[in-house]
């Protein structure tokens, strides 16, 4: 499996990205797809997740009414759109991709794959 991140790019505060992640391989029928970020010197925190089965999406309490999760079984690919960007948001951003259901935001080890990565800065 992998996972190739896009979308990534530098924006003012309070306006908008949108994140892609395409996945192609050897794709279970149902998935946790998440998007991670990290800023320098910081943890890797969870941002968002879904549910590839049923669409249901979890947040960080720091990104809630701003980012929205959203996926293409389709396509194979999950989408982060961002808006009202704050300085705060701007780190390196990582999709990820885990077998089986979501029922909460995963931790990091919780996921099996993980993308390179798309920069996101904010001024």
């Known amino acids: 499996v992998q996972l190739v991140e896009s979308g990534g790019g530098s924006v003012q505060a309070g306006g908008s990205l949108r994140l892609t992640c395409e996945g192609s391989?050897?794709?279970?029928?149902?998935?946790?797809m998440g998007w991670f970020r990290q800023a320098p010197g910081k943890e890797r925190e969870g941002v968002a997740a879904i549910s590839t089965r049923t669409g249901t999406a979890y947040y960080a309490d720091s990104v809630k009414g701003r980012f929205t999760i959203s996926r293409d079984n389709i396509k194979n690919t999950v989408y982060l759109q961002m808006n009202s960007l704050k300085p705060e948001d701007a780190a390196m951003y990582y999709c990820?991709?885990?077998?089986?259901?979501?029922?909460?935001?995963?931790?990091?080890?919780?996921?099996?794959?993980w993308g390179q990565g798309t920069q996101v800065t904010v001024s």
């Open positions: 990820a991709a885990g077998p089986g259901d979501c029922v909460r935001l995963r931790k990091e080890y919780e996921y099996r794959y």
């Open positions: 391989g050897g794709f279970y029928s149902i998935w946790c």
